[in-house]
Structures are given as C-alpha cells and as structure tokens.
C-alpha cells in the first residue's frame, strides 16, 4: 500500500514518464525529416543508450546481480532485448516512416490487449468477459483509427499499421520476459541485459545494411538524437518503473493512458498532422479498452 506522500510523487512519475514517451514519434519525425537514415538512428540511439542505462545499474548497486545470474535468465532477458528493443524498435520506427505519429502511438498502445490474448492461450482458459470487451473495444478503435470505412485511407495506412502492431505485439513478449527475468535480477538488471542485447544486434544490423557515410550527420543532428534518447527513452523508463513501484502496475497502466491523446496533441502543434473524425472515435476507443482492462483489474484485485 502507497502512502500519502508517496501516491502524488509516484502520479507525477508515471504521467511524466508517459507524456515523454508521447514525444518519441515526434522527434522521430522531424529527424527523419533532417535526413538521417532509419539504421543510423536505431544504431545511435542504442549505443547512446548504454553509458546511461549501464550507469544507473552502477550506482544501484545491480551489477553484481546480473553477473551472478544463471544463464536461462540472461538468455531470457537478452531475447527479450531483441524481441522489443531490436526488431520491435525497428518495425515501430520503420513504420513511423509511413505514417502519422499520431496513428502509430495510437497503435503501439494496443500492447496491453496483447498480453491479456497472450495470457489466456498460454494459460489454455477463456479470457474473463471484462477482458472480451476490453479486447473487443481496443481493436473496434484499431480499425477505425487505421481508415475504417475508407479504402483509399486503409491503403495509404495498412502497411504502417501492420508494422506498428508488430511492434506491439513484440513489445508484449518483451514484458514478459521482463517479468520472468526482472523476479531474478531486478527491474534495473533485465533492462541493462536487454539493452546491451540489442544494442549488439542492432550494430550488426548496421553494419550490413549501411555504411559509415550514414553517421555523416550535422552536429545538431546529433545533440537531437542523444537528447531524444535521453529524454524519450532512458529517462521515462526510470521515471515509469519508480512509479510501478509506489502506484502499482495496474494504476500505473491506467495513468499512461494520458500517452495517445498528448501525441495526437504535438502531432498536431509540431508536424501539422490531423485525424479524420473516425480515426479520433478510434483513437478513443483503443485508449478506452486498455482502461477497461486495468481499471476492472484493479477492482478486481482489490479487496
């Protein structure tokens, strides 16, 4: 149970951590549209990562623990590494080249529908009614934030939205591997194995695809893509995991609800982006499912 004092400091965590998040697609856009490439920005922002995220487990304390892990827990947190921060990262930063930012956090958000999917076939039982509806909802506002009953806007937004929702559904197997791994090696040692799994792949990755030229960037170019992951990625992790801890991961799952609708915002303030109105009545809809399933959860885990 949170305290008085701790539930407001733990609030402002979790919203600041979601509301940093939001801006990703933002920056990711407008680098995109400074002319670096797709493999160079997934390559600087892993490797600009690691000082920070290695670092922090420095001064926690936690490396020693994750040296003395047994290797199935390594092993699991540097497949979730790559199931979330290489290939999800790319698919989800491959698709923001297609389409509106606004539109992929909107989809990426479909993660927690996933997981509760996931749950029910691994576990072989029927998913409780509450989680039908929250299912059912979430992707009734997929298919009308992605065109709905426009061909023309389903074509321009299908491939980008399949990517997206790869990306989520990669992310899902990522916190659970996150949940495995995390109960032996602590929050901060699953994302230092994770991170430095990725990192590794996603050099490879450059390496095959591209070449030193697309590190050839001006030097603002460069201050923008440290502060992004700084502040977009590194930072609101920490910010959202010390929040789990005070709030709890069901209240905190709500909070990030506030994530979509802030992107819609700057998609909107920044680059100029707008939704047609079926597209918004989706957009609700899917953050209304995820508030559905954590907000029934909590009441049911209540006592």
Same mark, same amino acid.
């Given at each position: ?8 400091w733990?609030?402002? %965590?979790v ?19 400074s ?5 160079a ?5 892993a ?8 670092g922090?487990?420095?001064?926690? =304390? ?11 827990v ?8 790559l ?14 080249? %297609? #389409? ?20 029910? %076939?691994?576990?072989?039982r ?12 979430t ?21 980008g ?15 659970f ?24 792949? %996603?050099? =490879? ?11 050839s960037?001006?030097?603002?170019v ?12 590194v ?12 709030l ?10 506030? =994530? ?15 939704m ?12 209304? =499912?995820?508030? #559905? ?11």
């Open positions: 149970m949170t305290t008085q004092t701790s539930a407001p733990g609030v402002a %965590l919203v600041g951590g979601a509301l940093l998040m939001a801006a990703k697609g933002i920056v990711t856009k407008w680098l995109y549209r002319g670096i490439q797709l493999e920005l997934l390559l600087l922002r490797l600009m990562s690691l000082p920070l995220i290695w922090w487990a420095w001064w926690r =304390g936690e490396l020693v623990r994750v040296m003395a892990a047994p290797r199935a390594l092993a699991a947190a540097a497949l979730g590494g199931s979330g921060y290489y290939v999800g990262t790319w698919c989800d930063f491959r698709a923001l080249q %297609l #389409i509106d930012a606004s539109l992929e956090r909107v989809l990426l958000f479909t993660y927690p529908a996933m997981v509760v999917l996931a749950r029910a %076939l691994w576990a072989r029927a998913p409780q009614l509450r989680e039908v509806a929250a299912v059912s909802v992707y009734a506002g997929v298919l009308l934030a992605v065109g709905g009953f426009d061909t023309d806007l389903w074509r321009a937004n299908e491939t939205a399949v990517l997206v929702l790869s990306s989520a559904a990669l992310f899902a197997g990522y916190l591997a996150n949940e495995y791994a995390a109960s032996r090696i602590g929050s901060v040692g699953f994302l230092v194995v994770a991170a430095t799994s990725a990192a590794a792949a %996603l050099t =490879g990755h450059f390496l095959v695809t591209s070449t030193s030229a697309a590190l960037l001006p030097p603002q460069w201050w923008s893509v440290l502060l992004m992951t700084a502040f977009t990625n930072v609101p992790l920490f910010m959202l995991s010390a929040g789990v801890g005070q709890g991961a069901a209240r905190a799952a709500v909070l990030t609800s506030v =994530g979509p609708p802030a992107t819609l915002f700057l998609a909107w303030w920044w680059l100029g982006e707008s047609r109105g079926l597209q918004l009545v989706g957009s609700l809809l899917c953050v209304s =499912g995820v508030l #559905i399933l954590e907000v029934g959860r909590k009441r049911t885990a209540a006592p």
